[in-house]
């Protein structure tokens, strides 16, 4: 392999597909966004931003493309099986994909894309057992335990928004009280617009108003303990050494992460507490999990 080599890696978000060619730093060396269609031609947008990204790098070999997307994925048979925001279903990408770019493809979900970023270069460094959630929308989640990417039997694991933490909310999946409909973004938004009557346009909102505003501070300690008493089922079942809190609402950052640590120590009294840490990739940590997964797959290091 050369060592200046590059590797196509997209992340299919529900407003923005991002291209990058990442070199084997994880440095991108060119990038470009389109915007996401809707439904299946979603595909034709893929395909057509990363060969304008390979066309600009003619003379560096590319390894291979990764390409994560939302949703319910079948990595094996290369289909992204299920996206409710995005209107597919059974979306064949990866024979496509590949025939366009004559490249090898692999697919993935984005959230475990995020959370293979952040072990392997960003927060969670140095740890092999760690608990990336990604808060925004809604809540969802990848675990890596012993260094392991955890799969689930048909890929879908860690779907920590879907914990009942509470009773009498009720959640878009049909069930009550799931973590997701009392703290993702829209949530803290939707619920401080319920109790002051003053419509905000999203989270960040409420995140201003909590040194001068007492139902701010509510609504925002309520969403902590919902996330605590769901990370705190996931580290008695996997105890993780680090929770990496990405997505929109880690822009929060300390005000996020400080109340979070205390609470999740609270609620951990039979095994290790964990840390809890902001993203160190933010925004990027989707194409740089893709870059890991046009690479090797994200097989385990030995
Ligand atoms: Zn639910």
């Known amino acids: 392999m050369d060592d200046d080599d590059l590797a196509l890696a997209i992340d299919v978000g529900g ?8 070199d084997r730093a994880g440095t991108a060396v060119a990038a470009e966004q389109r915007p996401t269609p809707h439904g299946e031609s979603a595909r034709d947008a893929i395909v057509e931003v990363g060969g304008v ?13 990764g390409v994560v997307v939302p949703g319910l994925v079948d990595r094996a048979a290369g289909v992204a099986t299920y996206s409710a925001n995005l209107g597919w279903r059974d979306l064949e990408l990866v024979r496509a994909l590949g025939a366009a770019w004559r490249l090898p493809v692999r697919i993935a979900h984005d959230v475990a894309s995020g959370g293979v970023a952040e072990h392997r270069l960003g927060a969670g460094v140095g740890t092999q057992d ?4 990604a808060i925004g929308t809604g809540i969802a989640a990848s675990i890596v335990s012993g260094g392991h990417l955890v799969t689930g039997h048909r890929g879908e694991s860690a779907e920590i928004g879907h914990l009942a933490v509470r009773t009498g909310v009720a959640c878009a999946c049909g069930r009550d009280g799931c973590l997701e409909a009392i703290a993702s973004a829209a949530a803290i938004a939707r619920r401080y617009g319920a109790l002051t009557g003053s419509q905000v346009t999203g989270a960040d909102e409420v995140v201003a108003r909590l040194d001068s505003d007492a139902v701010a501070r509510e609504v925002w300690q309520e969403a902590v303990e919902a996330l605590a008493d769901a990370l705190a089922v996931v580290s008695l079942l996997v105890g ?10 880690s822009r929060a950052g ?12 609270e ?10 840490a902001a993203s160190a990739l933010g925004d990027r940590g989707g194409v740089v999990g893709a870059a890991f997964l046009a690479r090797d797959g994200w097989a385990p290091e030995s």
Not at 267 to 276: C, I, K, M
């Open 254 to 265: 300390a005000a996020l992460v400080d109340p979070l640590r205390v609470a999740l120590r």
């Open 267 to 276: 609620r951990t009294h039979v095994v290790h507490p964990a840390d809890v």
């Open 130 to 133: 760690l608990v990336f959630v």
């Open 53 to 65: 990204l390979l066309a600009q790098q003619p003379d560096t070999p590319v390894v291979g493309a």
């Open 15 to 22: 407003t923005t597909i991002k291209a990058e060619l990442v």
């Open 240 to 249: 993780p050494a680090l929770v990496v809190i990405g997505g929109g609402l």
